[in-house]
């Protein structure tokens, strides 16, 4: 491990399970992420060692079998993670985010149902809000859940599933206008459904159907879905929390320990990114001399290594603030957005250190320069992160009188 990116007031446990993290990401993710990726394999032994290590289970109360630990904990495992291939982290994500969901919202029982099972992997969650016609305009879906009875009646269409097809539980987001008066604000009228479902493709329940995988640039060996429902029946204590109109305020929750998820994802491709320019920089020589003695590529480590300690630090306060109690939109979208930004900026550089190599798919720096992308829109665009970060800061330095 290098000077860069080393995170302060850490205790014992924490260090014990980064270090575990870590071996394990240099021992059985590395070697073989490169190969997987091009193959767009699912990649199955990586994430039954995963399950051993508990990772899907970190941040689970232990008096459910997780372990317990902080959003802190689990952002610097993502890192981690990430380093070594980003799919990965993405398949720990979805479920990490409806786990949350079902810690912080879900009733007495949904949390004893589904909580142990979810700690060890067993079950396996996705959620799902974006639709065809949409993506970062939530309160515009159309996805409806009208209740009949002791259930509700599922229609609609989503899109951009993480997981969809491994998953075995999906937190769905649709509409609800039972008991509201007309005119109500829209989000008031959204509903967050728990959806059980069998793993797979083509229809996987009565009522539901996931497709098939979408073919993706990047992002590769994890499944992305869209969802089907046509007729899904859902019964009534499957609403998240028990009570109908809370799915906004409840999604919006998990999105933004997602966005802190999704700016430690853009930490660890970026260091990985940098591990391979500064050796590659070392290895290759032109005009006689390895091309790190020349200015111009010391000019771009510097900016690199810069941008992967910039990155690091503000993800870490974004987790650390929500660890703390206290409200973390700003942190959590600021450090998503310079995450994002300088990882694709840094994972560039690497790039054009390796010259005509890195065009080559024999270099892994050809893979993460395609991975880089999909953190710019993951969880909210930049756009999006800088909507919510001019707002909150209106917010914070408004003018009195």
């Given at each position: 491990m290098g000077r860069l990116a080393q995170t302060e007031g850490l205790t014992d446990v924490q260090r014990e399970i980064l270090a575990t993290v870590r071996d394990f990401v240099d021992k059985e993710i590395i070697p073989v992420a490169t190969?997987?990726?091009?193959?767009?394999?699912?990649?199955?032994?990586?994430?039954?060692?995963?399950?051993e290590l508990g990772l899907f289970g970190l941040m689970i109360p232990e008096e459910y079998g997780g372990l317990g630990e902080s959003l802190l904990t689990y952002a610097l495992c993502v890192e981690e993670i990430a380093r070594g291939w980003m799919?990965?982290?993405?398949?720990?994500?979805?479920?990490?985010?409806?786990?949350?969901?079902?810690?912080?919202?879900?009733?007495?029982e949904q949390r004893e149902h589904f909580l142990p099972r979810m700690a060890t992997g067993e079950v396996r969650g996705a959620f799902s809000m974006s639709e065809p016609g949409l993506g970062s305009d939530v309160s515009a879906i159309t996805s409806k859940g009208v209740r009949d009875g002791d259930e509700y009646v599922l229609t609609g269409q989503k899109m951009w599933l993480t997981n969809g097809g491994s998953s075995t539980l999906v937190a769905v987001l649709c509409r609800t206008d039972e008991g509201l008066p007309e005119g109500s604000a829209p989000h008031k009228s959204m509903t967050t459904f728990l959806v059980e479902k069998e793993p797979g493709f083509g229809q996987v329940r009565p009522g539901l159907t996931i497709p098939g995988k979408i073919d993706k640039m990047g992002y590769k060996g994890v499944d992305t879905t869209e969802l089907i429902m046509d007729g899904l029946r859902v019964p009534a204590d499957r609403v998240l929390g028990g009570t109908t109109g809370r799915g906004f305020y409840q999604m919006m929750d998990g999105v933004e320990v997602g966005r802190v998820n999704v700016a430690a994802r853009g930490c660890g491709v970026a260091q990985r990114a940098f591990e391979l320019g500064v050796a590659y920089a070392q290895q290759r020589h032109t005009f006689g001399k390895a091309i790190a003695q020349h200015q111009a590529i010391q000019f771009k480590l510097a900016e690199m290594g810069t941008k992967v300690e910039a990155a690091h630090a503000m993800m870490v306060r974004a987790a650390r603030t929500k660890d703390s109690g206290q409200r973390n939109d700003l942190e959590a979208g600021m450090a998503k957005y310079l995450a994002s930004e300088y990882c694709k900026e840094v994972v560039e550089d690497a790039f054009r250190i390796h010259g005509g190599y890195g065009f080559s798919k024999e270099y892994e720096i050809e893979r993460l320069y395609r991975e880089a992308p999909m953190l710019l829109i993951g969880e909210g665009t930049?756009?999006?992160?800088?909507?919510?970060?001019g707002r909150r800061l209106l917010e914070e330095y408004r003018i009195q009188g």
């Open positions: 190969d997987l990726e091009h193959r767009d394999e699912y990649p199955t032994e990586i994430v039954e060692g995963l399950k799919s990965v982290s993405g398949i720990i994500n979805t479920h990490f985010i409806v786990a949350y969901m079902l810690k912080q919202h879900g009733t007495a930049a756009e999006i992160q800088k909507m919510i970060i």
